[in-house]
């Protein structure tokens, strides 16, 4: 988070942000979605990640992609290939995603879509490892990503994300036998930040571990879902 | 950049820091100290770079380093091996240094020594692709590393940090053939944002690629002190 001189605007800035976020949560939940934020360094893998979660899943859940970039619809073009509804949503010269700019993306969707019919939303945020934990967008979990070439003390240097990530994906697995690198050290020093995040090692290029993950957002959908029902009943 | 939800605020914490950037330039320029900001992605290699940099250079030229981190004194402990003044400041959750922080670690630095001692500051900025690139610490040239691991499309995707280098590392590029990537690709895309910007391709465990960029550091160092000798006389 920026410093800013007077620490009021910062605590007004998170404050309104959090009100959009449980907004946008409203609706997601009155529609029956499951939202994840996916948040990492630039460069670790979520668009890749999120391309096999596309094709694995898309078949057996209804979902739509909010893809936050600065600049570009590189990415957005990259999932828009797997036939699911692609908003993409530049930010500027803004660090992270915010409510107010996922509120967008949600009302995009509402307005060209039936929303009902979705069962997740996929939020891909700017590459950040430090802004995007601390503005939450109205998701029911939050997905961290760290590759194995980021190095094993991130955890321990960049510690927001790790305290605020519901699941951590180590990723790029199929690189540490080139990496001078203790893969235990990384999961230690995750727990050490966070001991009950769920920690899924997984690659891109192997497929490996990729099931599990797979499983885990299924398992949050119905999870989500039940909670969901419950509440309108 | 945070969006705020008003761009006077946003305008004035600029304006401000540019303030303070002046500030700390004017205090480099009369002790005759060069001052270069480094910044990359978390984990792209930016204190190995600079453990190999103080190794080659340290008894050549008088080095100090600023060392910023959200939180832990982890990189600032590896520097200080070097036996030059390394001098922490932790960030807490803000996403980069500014200006007043690093005039904290310049009056440290003056407090324990003898400031024109110094012929050279390295500031390590916090590991973000974002926010550094836009707020200026006092140096007189910026650093920006991408490693190959990254991904080619980054310098796209992330453009102010790559518009604002003047020198860009593209680093671990002895895992390029373990990867999917065109390094022509990338210095295309770094070309298309930056067509100036001085571009070395150097790998923490080859080797190569570093006598170029301790050239490049010894460069600026001569070219600043004539340019402050000018000035005074």
Known sequence: MHQTFDAAIELNLLHANQEGADYNREHFNEWGITCLNIMSSP???????????????????????????????????????????????????SCHLDSKMVAGGIHTLAHQYNPSDFDLVLVENVGNLVCPAEFEVGEHAKVALLSVTEGEDKP???????????????????????????????????????PKVKI???????????????????????????????TQV
Chains 1, 2 share one sequence.
């Not at 596309?54 to 739509?64: Q, S």
């Not at 699911?84 to 530049?90: K, W």
Request: charged share 25%.
């Open 200 to 230: 899924i090692s997984v690659s891109a290029k192997t497929s490996e571990g990729l099931k599990q993950w797979f499983a885990w957002i299924s398992d949050r959908v119905i999870e989500n879902s039940t909670k969901q029902i419950a």
């Open 43 to 93: 460069g670790a893998g979520k668009t890749v990640l999120l391309e096999q979660t596309l094709a694995a899943l898309k078949d057996k859940l209804n979902i739509a992609v909010i893809e936050g970039d600065m600049t570009t619809e590189l990415d957005a073009d990259r999932l828009r290939k797997y036939n699911v509804p692609v908003i993409p949503i530049n930010t500027g010269r």
């Open 156 to 194: 321990l240097k960049y510690p927001v994300m790790f305290q605020e990530a519901d699941c951590l994906l180590i990723t790029k697995i199929d690189l540490a036998p080139y990496l001078d690198i203790d893969l235990d050290r990384i999961t230690a020093n995750v727990r050490q930040i966070n």
